[in-house]
């Protein structure tokens, strides 16, 4: 057995525009599989994961959330998409994450303090499932998306703030990696455009599969 490979090692951070960072390699793999844990414990409900309906048509994405659930094209308490449950709370320690994420990622102090995440998208994707191109604008605050990746890598598209189209950049993200994007990339359009197969490292706590987790501040009350 080898210690290490090449690509094993954590890459370089890299900005693909003004306010969005990637930070390869940021949760170490007990922490990785230890998040994998919770997700399937989310999974099972009281709202289970599903794929949402966009215009009639299911997503590849199966996606549960916390906080606040998330359907095309609101939040509410209630998934009244799905059965009527209440959607689960966010958890502490992803607030806690969510602040250490925009420190670590060349935000302000003041502020990764004041940012309070409240709600969560997990997303499980198989091989086959994409994200198409698009906003993340469902939220009333314009507070830095916290994205975090584990399982299988994928390809991850990171566009411009004007269209689906180019200039674009095409990124890796591999299991433990961190991307936020605020500030004037934080309208900017994203999408997946494949997942990768086997190639999730061992002890990450998936083996088959992506998980990526979005955390946000929605701005809504009650
Ligand atoms: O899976 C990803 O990396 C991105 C997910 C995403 O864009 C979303 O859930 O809105
Ligand atoms: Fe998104």
């Known amino acids: 057995m080898t210690l290490f490979t090449p690509d094993m090692e954590p890459g370089e951070r890299s900005r693909p525009g003004p306010g969005a960072v990637h930070i390869p390699g940021w949760l170490t793999l007990e922490q990785q599989s230890w998040i994998v844990g919770q997700f399937r414990q989310w999974s099972t409900g009281p709202v289970p994961i599903r794929a949402a309906k966009v215009r009639g048509h299911e997503m590849s994405v199966r996606t549960v959330c916390l906080g606040w659930h998330w359907q095309p094209y609101k939040y509410t308490r209630e998934a009244t998409d799905v059965n009527g449950a209440?959607?689960?709370?966010?958890p502490d320690w992803m607030v806690r994450l969510g602040r250490r994420a925009l420190r670590e990622s060349g935000y302000t102090d003041a502020e990764a303090a004041a940012y309070t995440p409240d709600t969560a998208l997990a997303n499980y994707y198989d091989e086959n499932a994409r994200m198409g191109m698009h906003q993340d604008k469902d939220e009333r605050s314009l507070a830095p998306i916290v994205s975090l990746s584990?399982?299988?890598e994928c390809t991850f598209r990171f566009g411009n703030t004007e269209n689906r189209n180019k200039p674009y950049t095409d990124l890796r993200l591999r299991s433990g990696d961190l991307f936020v994007f605020g500030s004037a990339s934080r309208l900017a359009y994203h999408g997946v455009t494949r997942v990768h197969p086997?190639?999730?490292p061992n002890g990450c706590g998936l083996g088959t599969g992506r998980i990526n987790i979005t955390m946000r501040m929605t701005g809504l009350q009650g």
């Open 86 to 90: 209440r959607v689960l709370p966010f």
């Open 150 to 152: 584990i399982g299988d």
């Open 198 to 200: 086997l190639t999730a």
